[in-house]
């Protein structure tokens, strides 16, 4: 089973940017499918963006058109972008492996000042 290891959180101010990776410990090229869950203090765990190695794209209402992602499968890395960050963006942010994810990353965590 494949190892997920995030990074790139830490303290963004609103309208900010931020870029989150994902590295794998092994090969990601056989994963059809990884995304990007987050959780916030109090809140359960949400979905926000995936993608598939067949190009498909899907991502949470509340980051669609501010938000990227990114399967490198042949440096078995996966990223995620997010532009105009606001203050409810800010959660652990997790990757994840499969469609019904089986492997996660242990979080990176999202803060986003007002």
């Known amino acids: 089973q494949v190892q997920l290891q995030e990074s790139g959180g830490g303290l963004v101010q609103t309208g900010g940017s931020l870029r989150l990776s994902c590295a794998a410990s092994?090969?990601?090229?056989?994963?059809?499918?990884m995304g990007w869950y987050r959780q916030a203090p109090g809140k359960e765990r949400e979905f926000v963006a995936s993608?598939?190695?067949?190009?498909?794209?899907d991502f949470a209402d509340s980051v669609r058109g501010r938000t990227t992602i990114h399967k490198d499968n042949k440096n078995n890395i996966l990223r995620l972008e997010m532009h105009d960050l606001r203050p409810e963006d800010s959660a652990v942010y997790y990757c994840?492996?499969?469609?019904?994810?089986?492997?996660w990353g242990q979080g990176t965590q999202v803060t986003v000042s007002a």
């Open positions: 994840a492996a499969g469609e019904r994810p089986y492997s």
């Open positions: 993608i598939t190695n067949g190009g498909r794209l």
């Open positions: 092994g090969s990601i090229f056989s994963i059809n499918t």
